[in-house]
């Protein structure tokens, strides 16, 4: 059995005349960059997260970028962000000028442990980002008070966690500002590139909209300096028809979730991934932990099955940081976790005898 890591194509098969449909009707309105695709995409998005105001942008780097900006967040100020991350969420902050400051994940939950970010508060500090990484809530709870506490901006980085909730609000809501991503593979993926910026605050709309097209809200009248980060209509159309579905594809991934936690349980070397009680995890990416995860990985290749790592070096390890002393220094827990995770296949689609044949050769490994 030949099991991918991800299979766009069952999900896309599914809703291929609807998606095919909108793509044609965007093509006959011969209207490109922000219409009304985008403006009905933006109101649909805000209402589903029961939030006031999105802007679609170009991609998730971008949508935090802008949102720092828009906080006025730059040169001299430090914002706390995990160790452990996809890198966009640290480049974003090096990008607007300002430093970032890692703080360590919890060993269970992969994010953001609140109990460690009291003490790399100082007077430049002015905002935390929490990632929500690989499906799951970070404690939005303790990071609040900590925010209320410090009076720092909190910004929550949804891009693996879209529909998934900390107590009864939805993440990528609880923040000042929060930003996500539609990169294709996401939980709700565009055919492109593309993200957005939610937020409650209509002055950071207001401000996200002109920065994200080229500091202008009326045709040719640029009140602040900008960039070209929209969002364009062919992709908020599609992700228009998407939008229906992610509930059901998130219901699907949970149960996947469900299946591997039961079929995998009992093997003393594989660590599990844990939900907190608060948290409704989306399970954008299914990570167990091993010691043996090198060979366990090349085992499961030679079984036909592909899994990947996320992320295999942790972002203060990365070269392009080298230059930065702030980097040069040891997050343990960063580097345990990019030594052990592997990623199982999850996507809406994936069956039980797959699954069953992904436990199955994981077991045998263990047993050989
Ligand atoms: C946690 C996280 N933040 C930010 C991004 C950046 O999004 P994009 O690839 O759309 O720029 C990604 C994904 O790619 C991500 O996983």
Redesign the pocket.
């Known amino acids: 059995m030949k099991i991918p890591y991800y299979d766009l194509e069952i999900v896309h098969e599914t809703i291929r005349a609807e998606v095919l449909r909108t793509i044609e009707r965007t093509y006959d309105s011969n209207h490109f960059i922000l219409g009304n695709e985008l403006t009905s995409f933006e109101t649909l998005y805000a209402s589903y997260l029961k939030i006031k105001y999105c802007v679609g942008v170009s991609?998730?780097?971008d949508a935090?970028k802008l949102s720092l900006i828009a906080l006025g967040i730059g040169r001299g100020d430090e914002v706390i962000v995990p160790s452990n991350?996809?890198i966009?969420?640290i480049l974003a902050i090096e990008l607007v000028g300002a430093t970032p400051v890692l703080v360590e994940p919890d060993i269970k939950t992969y994010n953001l442990d609140p109990t460690r970010i009291e003490c790399k508060i100082n007077s430049k500090t002015k905002a935390i980002i929490a990632?929500h990484?690989y499906g799951q809530p970070a404690d939005m709870t303790a990071i609040r008070n900590i925010a209320i506490r410090y009076d720092l901006k909190i910004i929550e980085?949804n891009?693996?966690s879209p529909g998934a909730y900390w107590g009864d609000e939805m993440t990528g809501s609880i923040g000042d500002i929060n930003a996500t991503?539609f990169?294709p593979a996401k939980n709700l993926g565009a055919l492109g590139?593309s993200?957005a910026i939610m937020t409650n605050d209509s002055a950071l709309y207001e401000r996200c909209k002109k920065l994200s097209n080229y500091g202008s809200k009326e045709k040719y009248i640029h009140e602040i300096i900008g960039f070209n980060n929209r969002m364009d209509e062919l992709q908020a159309a599609v992700l228009k028809v998407k939008l229906k579905y992610l509930d059901d594809w998130n219901l699907k991934r949970r149960q996947i979730a469900k299946s591997y936690i039961e079929l995998l349980s009992g093997l003393s070397d594989i660590v599990l991934p844990y939900s907190h009680p608060k948290a409704h995890h989306v399970y954008h990416i299914f990570v167990i932990r091993s010691s043996r995860r090198d060979s366990l990985k090349e085992h499961l290749a030679s079984c036909g099955i592909s899994t990947l790592i996320h992320y295999p070096i942790p972002p203060h390890r990365q070269q392009a940081f080298s230059d930065k002393s702030y980097y040069n220094q040891s997050f343990p827990i960063a580097e345990e976790l990019a030594d052990t995770v592997l990623s199982l296949p999850l996507f809406p689609g994936l069956t039980d005898p797959q699954i069953e044949y992904v436990c199955d050769k994981i077991r045998s490994f263990y047993h050989e």
């Open positions: 991609n998730g780097l935090l991350t996809f966009a969420t990632v990484l980085d891009a693996q991503s990169y590139d993200g």
